[in-house]
């Protein structure tokens, strides 16, 4: 007889990342110096694991527009949009997005996520959607919740997008939905063949430009401007968390398709409304957006600045063409354990592991503000560089030539830059295929190399764990007997920190501490 | 080939109930004074159409609260709690949440919506979800993102449920999910029997206690603490957006339940956490809840009194024993009147047609704040009185007796009022049935009794014309003759009012105004 709440109870991850030190989430932040440095374990660290990318979130304008509108109209609306909790203030803001973004219509929407979920009531079940397999987990969800049929491309694949469109029903309604700029590796979805196809194949454009709106376009209007196809991308979604100082998302498009939203989006009209604080901090960010355009500039530059400082010492920044800048690193625990020194080093960034990236794909994702210092962005770069050879990321002299980047800026229509072989292959990684323990191998070693991969290989086992302990341990008593006699001769290392933690967790799953 | 934009651009109810004057949405608040009343249109109104049950959004102590946390964190923090956007008071809020609620751990989620959808990730292929039909669009929507099946039974029927949970297979983890207060009716679901089902079928228990949290119980801890059966009940979910004076949502239950979502939940994991402003209003709104019990025994008092004001005028409130007070009123168009004539004498509450409740069951909705005076509320009874004898909801005189109501005060353990005849069956409504024009009935009446009905069903009519006009246009046209030969009969208010605007939206559907 099983029980709802059996997969949370035997969920081990956790509990092991937590005993290993390697657990890197829900960080406490105890301050915040101007959001480009923020407290943490009493401690003064760089934030560049925001997407607070024009570093509005602590502007004092924004502030004070935010703490207004509190005290004017409290701290909440208690209610719908529909029924009670439509303020001025929430017409006000649609009605100045639809102008910025040149629309006939705008809808804000309490958060960026309940944004692309209020598309659900828009897809029939007639329709087709052709979605990037890399879009937004909200964007995922919006769809699962519609009634229409799915067809997932392969990312950024236009081949594959114009396979998908010929092959359906030429009758049905098709809409192709596609991030703007990809959120974890920093490239820019190729609109200009997707409207071709759209107009070809009779389809309608949606572009999510969470991390575009505010960053690409002369006037900050993302994807669509930065590519001149405003009139080809029907709809346009962006949210108020990272250019925009808030919480909240925008969908803008044609009148009575955003009026039909208003009123039929689940998400919409059985949700809370933005608080007045959230609102009018989105509605002063937007003004600055508007009147501050070197803020944008800035940013870019400080994209630049960071990708290419990265490649010079050797790593690979992939194909981001735009302030998301990932790292990349391969294996997933070393790829923990970069994010850890970076920790203890002062620097606070974010590890993106599978499945939010192809396996053995690991990487450390940075992402920079307008308001980053040179001198601190210098020093995220030294504490990089010092990381990355200790940990064997990078050579330990920087490489003669290295290929600089492609920013996306206005006018350039850059979309990604050329994926290096590193990038594109990933690292296979010691353990990278499930239940393939290599033992085999690793009896063919030295002692130092085997424990050295061994232990590597324990951390990565103890993280795994849950599900392969008891197979994991099969293996090992049906070891080569050549491994088995060694053993005496690994390094105490292996024995301290892995072997025993291993042990002990295969034994007795409880014992791992619970904070 | 169609559109998936088709369906937007054909859709008319909300020109025609824009043009007819009928349209009761997305009133446009312009200033609130202490959120009991606002300003619309420039005319202060008095609320009673909010779910700001103990008044605390306007409460200078939550606001100066909110105010604080902005200047010190700014007004965002631009990511989601797994990476970037975890500040020590989201933890503190958790912290004192998991405390007020005797539970071993809490999460807090951006809003009360993805709350519910948070439930997905512990809701696995092998589940089997027990759901009242009456609970909120959001656990619905929660349900469908995960991978279990899914039984509704009839709302708060516990022969159905048992049925349900008998015919499931013994093996298959279970959850009961149900509303604590249901937000519609405003009766309370019925946890003691549902406790007992879940012991016997071995089955989980969650409530959600939107409406019920910070109003049920001796501590306003929700439904399980007014049933004493808060060790019978697995996880609670709670709103900030109704007596926490903010947006946001809870979920608490055990540790590792509670912990396996934090890390698991697509809403939780790829959203912008709550504000600063938001946290720090939930945790001084929680602060004031737990220090001022005299706000909850008002609430109830003042439900008291409505209810039983309503009551002694002739009015149904149905089977609500809390400060969700639904008036009914059953035909539709006659419920929109009502509100628009509420509107007008300045009394804001809402319209709940079908889809939300059952088809001629529509009802004013109206709710409390504990912070109305009593002025305020017989403002509120005068009005209502005022239109419901001129609407024929009522009697022109006061019934001689009424059965006053039951109130869920801490101890009682009532659930609902006994449902009157009118509530369980709602007004048939002249056109309830869709294609039932009952012309022949028409045609047997009175020039005058006709005019009267024919207004009616026009202005029923137009509201539902999307899909119906064509039909109608041909029924009306095959109309018997007698009733063809009294239209020269028809009082001047019919052609003016009703049949001109039917045939000018008949013939042109997109004459109506587009505001």
Redesign the interface.
């Known amino acids: 007889?099983?029980?709802?709440?059996?997969?949370?109870?035997n969920?081990k991850?956790?509990r092991i990342a937590k005993a290993t030190g390697l657990y890197p989430?829900?960080?406490?932040?105890?301050?915040?110096h101007g959001?480009t440095e923020v407290e943490i374990e009493g401690k003064r660290v760089i934030?560049v694991?925001?997407?607070?990318y024009l570093g509005?979130?602590?502007d004092p304008r924004?502030?004070e527009a935010?703490?207004k509108a509190?005290?004017?109209?409290?701290?909440?609306?208690?209610?719908s949009?529909?029924?009670?909790g439509?303020?001025?203030l929430?017409?006000e803001l649609e009605g100045r997005l639809a102008k910025f973004l040149n629309r006939e219509s705008a809808i804000v929407i309490?958060?960026?996520?309940?944004t692309n979920?209020a598309l659900a009531s828009?897809?029939?079940r007639?329709?087709i959607v052709f979605s990037d397999r890399a879009n937004?987990?909200?964007l995922v969800?919006g769809i699962?919740?519609s009634f229409a049929t799915e067809r997932k491309f392969r990312h950024n694949d236009m081949d594959h997008l114009e396979q998908l469109l010929s092959q359906a029903d030429?009758?049905?309604?098709?809409?192709i939905i596609t991030d703007g700029v990809f959120s974890m590796e920093g490239d820019v979805c190729n609109l200009p063949r997707i409207a071709e196809l759209a107009k070809q194949y009779?389809a309608?454009v949606m572009t999510d430009d969470a991390h575009a709106m505010g960053v690409l376009g002369d006037k900050g209007r993302g994807t669509s401007e930065y590519f001149g196809l405003e009139k080809e991308t029907?709809l346009v979604m962006g949210?108020?968390?990272?250019s925009f100082?808030?919480?909240g998302g925008v969908l803008a498009g044609?009148?009575?398709?955003i009026?039909?939203?208003?009123?039929k989006s689940?998400?919409v009209i059985?949700?809370?409304s933005?608080?007045p604080?959230?609102i009018a901090?989105a509605l002063k960010a937007l003004e600055i957006i508007e009147a501050e355009p070197q803020r944008r500039a800035r940013l870019l530059d400080i994209a630049e600045k960071m990708h290419n400082g990265f490649r010079a010492m050797g790593f690979d920044t992939g194909v981001s063409v735009t302030p998301v800048v990932p790292v990349h690193i391969g294996d997933q625990v070393k790829c923990f354990r970069f994010w850890r020194a970076l920790h203890e080093a002062g620097v606070?960034a974010?590890p993106v592991i599978p499945p939010a990236v192809e396996a053995g794909h690991a990487l450390i994702r940075t992402s920079f503000m307008a308001t980053h210092t040179d001198a601190q962005l210098d020093r995220v770069l030294d504490t990089f560089e010092t990381i990355g050879r200790k940990l064997g990321v990078i050579p330990e002299t920087r490489p003669t030539v290295y290929e600089p980047v492609q920013i996306a800026r206005p006018g350039t229509s850059v979309r990604s830059n050329k994926a290096s072989d590193k990038w594109a292959a990933g690292s296979a990684g010691l353990l990278a295929d499930k239940g393939g323990l290599t033992l085999d191998q690793l009896s063919r070693m030295s002692s130092r190399e085997m424990a050295g991969k061994l232990f590597d290989a324990v951390e990565q086992l103890t993280w795994r764990a849950a599900n392969l302990q008891a197979e994991d341990l099969r293996q090992l008593r049906a070891a080569p007997m050549k491994l088995w006699e060694k053993r005496g001769e690994l390094p105490g290392l292996l024995l301290e920190k892995g072997a025993n933690f291993f042990l002990r967790n295969g034994t007795d799953g409880n014992s791992a501490e619970?904070t």
């Open positions: 007889m099983s029980d709802v709440f059996d997969k949370c109870s969920w991850d956790y989430y829900f960080r406490v932040i105890e301050a915040s959001a934030m694991g925001s997407n607070n509005l979130s602590s924004v502030k935010a703490i509190t005290e004017k109209f409290g701290t909440t609306c208690s209610g949009r529909l029924l009670n439509t303020l001025a929430h017409e309490s958060t960026g996520f309940q979920l828009i897809l029939g007639h329709d937004h987990a909200s969800d699962r919740l030429p009758g049905a309604g098709k809409i009779n309608r029907d949210t108020f968390s990272k100082a808030s919480l044609p009148f009575d398709v009026n039909y939203i208003r009123h689940r998400s059985f949700s809370a933005m608080t604080a959230s901090s606070f974010n619970r």
